[in-house]
């Protein structure tokens, strides 16, 4: 018997603030099985999760970043994003950040413009 795997998720500004879209979706995604990371430079626990700091401490596979930080902070992060190679980087509404996005499809990773809520909701995950 096979186990399935569960997909990996980093929420790129992941908030302890239960009233924050990017605190909801970390709740979202535990509830629909996946294996979430938040990121947050303070480091703190989410959900009952240990943040971490930065991208760079994120060692596995990353099926899909979800961005919850805004265009100014993704733009600097550009390194570290193509470094972890996700499978895709979802830009919430407030995070689109279309260089970013352009340079993610040059390197192979696929992009949208979405809701990471509503895509869970909808099964569109």
């Given at each position: 018997m096979t186990t399935a795997v569960k997909k990996t998720v980093v929420v790129l500004g992941a908030s302890t603030n239960p009233e924050?879209?990017?605190n909801k979706v970390v709740v979202s995604l535990l509830e629909h099985g996946y294996e979430v990371i938040p990121v947050n430079p303070a480091g703190p626990?989410?959900?009952g999760l240990q943040a971490v700091k930065d991208l760079a401490a994120v060692k596995q596979p990353v099926h899909t970043l979800t961005m919850y930080i805004n265009p100014e902070r993704?733009?600097?992060l550009h390194d570290e994003i193509i470094t972890?190679?996700?499978?895709r980087v979802i830009?919430?509404?407030g995070?689109?950040?279309p260089a970013l996005a352009a340079l993610c499809r040059e390197h192979g990773i696929k992009t949208l413009e979405a809701c990471t809520l509503v895509m869970l909701k909808t099964e569109q995950f």
């Amino acid at each position: 018997m096979t186990t399935a795997v569960k997909k990996t998720v980093v929420v790129l500004g992941a908030s302890t603030n239960p009233e924050r879209y990017s605190n909801k979706v970390v709740v979202s995604l535990l509830e629909h099985g996946y294996e979430v990371i938040p990121v947050n430079p303070a480091g703190p626990v989410i959900c009952g999760l240990q943040a971490v700091k930065d991208l760079a401490a994120v060692k596995q596979p990353v099926h899909t970043l979800t961005m919850y930080i805004n265009p100014e902070r993704s733009s600097a992060l550009h390194d570290e994003i193509i470094t972890l190679n996700p499978g895709r980087v979802i830009f919430n509404p407030g995070t689109e950040n279309p260089a970013l996005a352009a340079l993610c499809r040059e390197h192979g990773i696929k992009t949208l413009e979405a809701c990471t809520l509503v895509m869970l909701k909808t099964e569109q995950f």
